[in-house]
């Protein structure tokens, strides 16, 4: 196991989604909304982005296992890309909107 996780207490059956968060200091979590089904509100569950890549790096240079790290290095560079394009899309778009009707973008 890993020493980035955390205890939650559950109720079965369960409904978990997850998402990404990023602080006010930048750092980044993955986040875990987890959904009993009676319950209304989640229990969510912060998970260091960063400390999870770390125990993943440590797991398969242990293992020897530099293909895996390749993957999911080439998996992270290809969804990088995908974000940096929608973000510059709503940028874009935004600049645009501002510039015709004549907002600034303060």
Do not use: W
Request: glycine share 2%; hydrophobic share 40%.
């Amino acid at each position: 196991m890993s020493e980035h996780g955390q205890d939650v207490h559950l109720h079965v059956p369960l409904y978990v989604d997850a998402d990404f968060d990023i602080d006010d200091d930048g750092v980044c979590s993955i986040v875990c909304l987890i959904y009993a089904t009676d319950d209304e509100e989640p229990e969510e569950v912060f998970v260091d982005f960063e400390g999870v890549v770390e125990s993943f790096l440590d797991f398969h240079s242990q293992s020897i296992d530099y293909q895996t790290i390749y993957s999911l290095a080439h998996e992270f560079n290809r969804m990088s890309e995908r974000l940096r394009e929608k973000a510059c899309l709503i940028e874009d778009s935004q600049s645009a909107v501002n510039m015709l009707f004549d907002i600034s973008d303060d």
